[in-house]
């Protein structure tokens, strides 16, 4: 009998240290799982205030956005500045703040920069020539995008100045001896486009140093853009711009293929049908919507509109009439000669505006809120929009007249929580 107890009592110590091992791999497995997402920075993480994405690439079926089989509808946001904010990390917790905040008026989609050429602060140094402390603060922004549960839509390089884009590309090329006439080089110049590609190279193979993720396997990048807005002053017929898009989206896909891609376009029609530059605000920028975003490897249509810019001096109601008809002209034109959804990826009020109000924002917001759930009730081909922009508390130095704190602006915060219910409750009825 004593025998028999000492083997029961054995026994009983090898099944708690087994049932102890068993214990302590699961919590490991729980902390390896989550360790990625931490912010080293921030004392008080919350692994409880964070929705962490779940898996699954957003693709296209028709003209439709498609997550793990279902529709995907969403309601997002711009926050252009998050790398370059993010590259002093005494500065991380204004990314994290507007994630969270983003988050919990139900948010789901960011655009934001993976550029910034030349100058203070650079990714790109010269060409293929980067910082690596920038691009790591690029990849904290990934991981607290993941951590909040939201995707995002990388833009790769600007039509504009700021932050280098076209005109630091051919800078760059003068400098090496190439002949250039202007910054409509940048789609023609052979120099200039081998500093492109290598750019999209760089990004997409970049290999996340806080998740080990590489960008191009990384669930929570939606898509890439080619360019943010880009035009072309030599060419307003849109070719220019088109042959350029058609060399360098194959290029992007032939690196990534599990992503989507976009032009960065904001719509404007060119010389493709003459008969829809009647939507054009009075002018052409050198792109072509329809010609462009017919291209095999662009997934899917962006808008922008700013009427307070392009029709200064006309009242209040003809701007959102605007809107509204070139909301309208851009999903008819996506439905039924491109085939592909269509996002309104800019649009806002600006506080500089000479009949600015508190109202007039939020009025103006419901209203085109209330037309991108109209026109993506009827088939869902409309995927979402996404205002400009958010910021964080005390960023005054970003403000450029549409800015929104989430935290401080209360009735604006309503309209665009109840935007994303709409939403996302649009998502389960169609």
Not at 88 to 110: I, Q, W, Y
Not at 219 to 246: F, H, I, K
Not at 267 to 294: A, C, E, H, M, W
Request: net charge negative; aromatic share 12%; proline share 3%.
């Amino acid at each position: 009998m004593a025998g028999l107890k000492s083997v029961l009592f054995l026994g009983s110590i090898m099944l708690f240290v087994i049932i102890a091992a068993i214990a302590c791999c699961i919590d490991a497995r729980k902390l390896h799982k989550h360790h990625h997402n931490r912010n080293n920075n921030d004392d008080n993480y919350n692994e409880e205030v964070a929705t962490p994405l779940g898996e699954g690439f957003v693709q296209v079926r028709g003209t439709q956005f498609d997550l793990n089989g279902s529709l995907f509808l969403f309601n997002g946001f711009n926050s252009y500045w998050m790398m370059n904010v993010a590259t002093e990390p005494s500065n991380r917790n204004k990314v994290s703040d507007v994630f969270r905040e983003a988050s919990a008026a139900g948010l789901t989609v960011c655009r934001t920069w993976a550029f910034s050429d030349g100058g203070d602060g650079a990714l790109q140094i010269s060409p293929a020539v980067y910082d690596e402390r920038v691009f790591q603060a690029l990849d904290f922004v990934i991981s607290e995008a993941t951590r909040y549960g939201i995707r995002l839509i990388l833009s790769l390089t600007n039509n504009y100045h700021d932050f280098g884009g076209r005109p630091q590309y051919v800078q760059w090329a003068r400098n090496a001896g190439e002949t250039i006439d202007g910054d409509d080089d940048f789609y023609t110049n052979e120099v200039v486009k081998g500093y492109y590609r290598n750019h999209v190279q760089k990004v997409l193979t970049r290999v996340n140093t806080i998740t080990r993720i590489a960008y191009r396997d990384d669930p929570t990048v939606m898509a890439w853009e080619l360019m943010n807005e880009p035009r072309c002053q030599v060419d307003y017929s849109g070719n220019t711009v088109n042959e350029w898009v058609q060399e360098m989206a194959p290029y992007v896909k032939s690196i990534d293929k599990k992503h989507l891609l976009a032009v960065g376009m904001e719509g404007f029609f060119g010389d493709s049908v003459p008969d829809r530059k009647q939507y054009n605000p009075g002018y052409q920028v050198g792109t072509d919507f329809i010609k462009s975003n017919l291209v095999k490897e662009i997934n899917f249509g962006t808008i922008h509109a700013y009427p307070d810019v392009w029709l200064s001096g006309q009242d209040e109601n003809a701007q959102t009439n605007f809107v509204q008809r070139w909301m309208d002209s851009h999903l008819e034109d996506s439905r039924t000669i491109i085939g592909k959804p269509l996002v309104f990826t800019e649009f806002g009020k600006s506080k500089k505006d000479p009949d600015y109000s508190l109202d007039v924002r939020d009025s103006y917001m419901s209203a085109v809120y209330a037309d991108i759930y109209d026109l993506a009730r009827n088939g869902g081909a409309f995927g979402g929009g996404l205002v400009w922009q958010i910021l964080a508390e005390g960023m005054d130095s970003y403000d450029d007249g549409y800015e929104i704190v989430l935290s401080q602006e209360p009735s604006t915060n309503s309209i665009i929580a109840q935007q994303s219910s709409k939403m996302a409750a649009l998502e389960h009825t169609l």
